[in-house]
């Protein structure tokens, strides 16, 4: 039996991503009984089933296990098809950076003004997403460069770390020089843990360690929102450096530094093997040099 086509890997996508064959047909842009005899043909090439059908349709194990490959193939043909077709024409290549807020404050913006500006050819934009979900962004060729808290756990890939983040106690201004012990009865701004657990778990940690469960008021998926909902006087929350270091001239809050212990967060930059030696090494390298640079270096006043 031959191989199956990208095509066929494209519907098999669709119906995983949208779980109905008719609305799957139609982002596909294809009929629903042509949709379903392509995935039976790709369920024989198998030998199992992809999808559950009833009482509605949903992903066996076997298409679970099969989904990030997938996705991966027909990233990497449109990845193909993309540069092939700027260099037939001479328009400059693009690297795609997907990123966690933190390292819009940790050097990566000037590492890619830097990047660009030697070389002019090479367009690169940034993404921001979760550290969990740029895994199989990376994997699937959606970008080429991950900047998060969560190591890529694949053969294929290449992780280093950037710098482990330490964390400041962030409080109204006029609450200048309390300690994170006297905090401890003041209602908390918090990360939601489904938006990053690593910094939810990291804070409650912290807490946890000066004696006190902490008060979680108010939760965010944002560091800005979590600092403006400080600045406003709704509660207390522990950022990180690179937040404290841009936030350190709003003269509504005041930090102090925490002890955060060996398991603060660490940050990575991670690429695929295969693009080690081109610019996207290059580019990721100065990533992590910035993200190295800024992290504790230039003082911040308690």
């Known amino acids: ?6 095509r066929r890997l494209r519907y098999f996508i669709a119906l995983a991503e949208h779980g109905k064959f008719q609305t799957a047909a139609e982002a596909m842009s294809i009929s629903q009984p042509a949709l379903s005899a392509e995935l039976r043909r790709l369920e024989d090439f198998v030998g199992r089933p992809l999808f559950l059908r009833s009482p ?9 296990a099969l989904l990030p490959h997938a996705k991966a193939a027909v990233g990497a043909a449109n990845r193909f098809n993309g540069v092939a077709a700027e260099l037939g024409s001479g328009e400059s290549t693009t690297i795609a950076i997907g990123t966690v807020a933190t390292f819009l404050h940790r050097g990566l913006p000037e590492a890619v003004k830097d990047f660009t500006t030697d070389r002019p050819r090479i367009s690169v934009t940034t993404r921001e997403a979760t550290s ?3 895994s ?9 460069i991950s900047c998060g808290h969560m190591p890529v756990q694949h053969p294929g890939v290449i992780c280093t770390p950037a ?10 201004s006029e609450l200048n020089g309390i300690s994170l012990a006297e905090a401890a009865d003041r209602p908390f701004v918090i990360f939601h843990r489904s938006a990053s657990p690593i910094y939810h778990d990291t804070v409650v940690g912290i807490c946890r360690s000066h004696g006190f469960e902490p008060r979680i008021h108010h939760e965010t998926t944002s560091w800005a929102t979590a600092v403006e909902m400080v ?5 207390i929350a522990l950022a990180p450096t690179p937040l404290a270091r841009s936030s350190r001239r709003d003269e509504r809050l005041s930090f102090s530094r925490i002890e955060s212990g060996p398991n603060a967060p660490q940050a990575w ?10 610019p996207v090494g290059e580019l990721s390298m100065a990533i992590v040099v910035a993200s190295e640079e800024s992290t504790d270096t230039a003082p911040m006043t308690d």
């Open 132 to 134: 969990a979900s740029q």
């Open 163 to 172: 710098a482990r983040e330490n964390f400041w106690l962030c409080v109204p």
């Open 231 to 235: 600045a406003h006087g709704l509660g």
């Open 56 to 64: 509605s349709t949903r992903l066996t194990p076997a298409g679970q």
């Open 269 to 278: 930059v991670t690429i695929r093997r295969e693009d080690q030696s081109g």
């Open 1 to 6: 039996m031959s191989e199956p086509s990208l």
């Open 136 to 144: 199989d962004m990376l994997l699937g060729h959606e970008i080429d």
